[in-house]
């Protein structure tokens, strides 16, 4: 994990949240950061226009998606994988 | 209190620019959405839609009137066109101050605003369209329609989002109720299917790639439409002493205000809106034979529109045909719960429940006859349509045959 898309990772993820930076682990879902649908949408809009990449995200089956947003860190590894110009993994792995 | 009845009926949309044609296309469960075409498309992750094409407004207007005329306006004076022949009007009849037109609209003049900031922003012009300001308006069609008609009673345009029309129609049915008008021009309309528009419904992330797919199990979102749906509504005993040929009878009318969320639908108060359209209109449950839902095929909306049907109805839940035509023309914002009304009709006066279509497989947390990909026949005496908008402004008509 490069520790600088973690960083705004969970910057713009805590930003979301109202919350402190540093009360945001990878372990933890986006249920447990408070975060609703509506919030979930503007996180991958700030992700994207962060890192300038295209996130495959549809609000109407977000599990389903590509990206993976099941935790921060698989944000993260997400993320990570579109900056690598990789495919991403399946949801399931 | 005054019965209100529609007399006319009159739209385009992508399935067809008149009404015969768009209940042709709705009974025989055809879709009109397809490959969107407009500049600048090759730029949006999303690629079809219900868009009109081969629209002429040559044919319909001058080069005077057109250049006044946003695409919104010119689908509502030609629907309004078709609806007063239908009703077999020249003009209205009698005092002109007795009767109006409300005209439910989302984006108004979208495309106008599109084409302006294209020229100021992208193309870098420091001038546009002298008219652009009366083109964009929201109360632009409905103006339109009472110079058009003469019209000198209340006019006004609704925006309530995706309830628009049937705001508008509501509206208009208590005018008449309440004595205020004799006849109103009403329905809605919408043009947004152009680069800026789309690109900011994309931002929500709530579209489908490749279908609309109403209350099924695979379905990903909505898929956006266009077009205007405008009706003839009268008072009953005026309509009947003319010996119109009377649609329908509009007899129940609810709104509600979800006063919760600003885009998540919530059951209680979609529940609480059919509810009150039934009470109005004096029917049970198990009277409504139809329902044309609001149906966007978002996991959201279609889960709770069936939760407040199974509410709202109880057991008869169970019983009643429940279609979105969306899946057919597409989500037309203001204009879809007018264009909407039209599958109302024709389950109505022809005995055709129009399907669901693009379904492939039953969603067990929606839990209702959807009518399945083909229409079925069915003797109707009654029917609802539901409109449920973001913002969480709902309103649902109930429909009666005369």
């Known amino acids: 994990m ?5 960083d705004q990772i969970i910057s713009i993820l805590a930003r979301e949240a109202v919350m402190d930076p540093a009360d945001v682990h990878p372990e933890m879902s986006l249920d447990e950061l408070g975060l609703d649908s509506l919030s979930l949408v503007e996180v991958i809009f700030a992700i994207e226009e962060t890192f300038d990449i295209a996130v495959p995200f549809n609000a109407n089956e977000p599990s389903q998606s590509e990206f993976d947003i099941s935790s921060v860190g698989a944000i993260v590894r997400a993320v990570e994988r579109l900056l690598g110009g990789l495919a991403p993994a399946p949801a399931a792995a | 209190m005054r019965r209100v009845v ?3 009926a009159g739209t385009v949309n992508a399935l067809a620019q008149d009404v015969p044609g768009t209940l042709r296309a709705m009974a025989e469960g055809r879709s009109g959405i397809g490959a969107l075409d407009f500049p600048d498309v090759d730029r949006l992750t999303q690629k079809i839609g219900g868009q009109i094409k081969g629209f002429q407004p040559e044919v319909h207007f001058d080069r005077s009137q057109m ?4 695409p919104f306006a010119q689908f509502a004076l030609v629907a309004a066109r078709e609806a007063m022949a239908m009703a077999g009007f020249d003009a209205v009849p009698g005092d002109p101050t007795r009767w109006g037109a409300i005209m439910g609209t989302a984006g108004g003049g979208n495309s106008t605003v599109n084409d302006a900031f294209r020229q100021v922003f992208a193309e870098g012009k ?5 008219f652009t300001v009366p083109r964009l308006m929201n109360n632009a069609a409905a103006s339109h329609l009472a110079m058009e008609w003469r019209l000198m009673g209340p006019s006004f345009s609704v925006a309530t989002a995706c309830a628009s029309s049937n705001h508008a129609i509501g509206l208009a049915v208590q005018m008449i109720r309440a004595g205020l008008a004799d006849g109103m021009l009403a329905g809605g309309s919408e043009s947004m299917l152009n680069f800026g528009g789309l690109k900011a419904w994309e931002g929500l992330r709530v579209m489908s790639p490749e279908a609309c797919r109403p209350f099924c199990a695979t379905r990903n979102g909505m898929v956006q439409g266009e077009g205007a749906g405008v009706f003839v509504l009268e008072d009953y005993e005026a309509a009947r002493a003319r010996g119109a040929n009377i649609l329908a009878e509009i007899k129940g009318f609810c709104m509600t205000s979800d006063a919760a969320d600003i885009v998540a639908p919530d059951a209680e108060g979609a529940a609480r809106a059919i509810r009150g359209a039934l009470k109005d209109a004096g029917l049970a449950p198990d009277q409504i034979g139809y329902i044309n ?3 966007t095929g978002t996991a959201a909306n279609d889960r709770t529109e069936a939760a407040a049907i199974r509410a709202a109805f109880g057991t ?3 019983r009643v045909a429940v279609s979105s035509t969306k899946a057919m023309h597409g989500h037309c914002i203001g204009g879809t719960g007018a264009v909407e009304l039209l599958a109302c009709l024709l389950a109505l006066n022809e005995g055709v ?9 039953d969603d067990p947390e929606v839990g209702l006859d959807v009518v399945p990909n083909v229409a079925r026949a069915a003797r109707v005496e009654a029917a609802l349509s539901n409109a449920f908008a973001f913002g ?4 649902v008509l109930a429909l009666g045959r005369v």
């Open chain 1, 2 to 6: 490069r520790a600088d898309v973690q």
């Open chain 2, 6 to 8: 529609i007399t006319g």
């Open chain 2, 67 to 70: 250049t006044l005329l946003d």
């Open chain 2, 126 to 130: 420091n001038r546009v369209h002298p």
């Open chain 2, 293 to 295: 839902a609001h149906g």
């Open chain 2, 316 to 318: 008869a839940a169970a």
């Open chain 2, 353 to 361: 429940i129009a399907p669901t279509i693009n379904h492939v497989a």
């Open chain 2, 392 to 395: 969480g402004l709902n309103a």
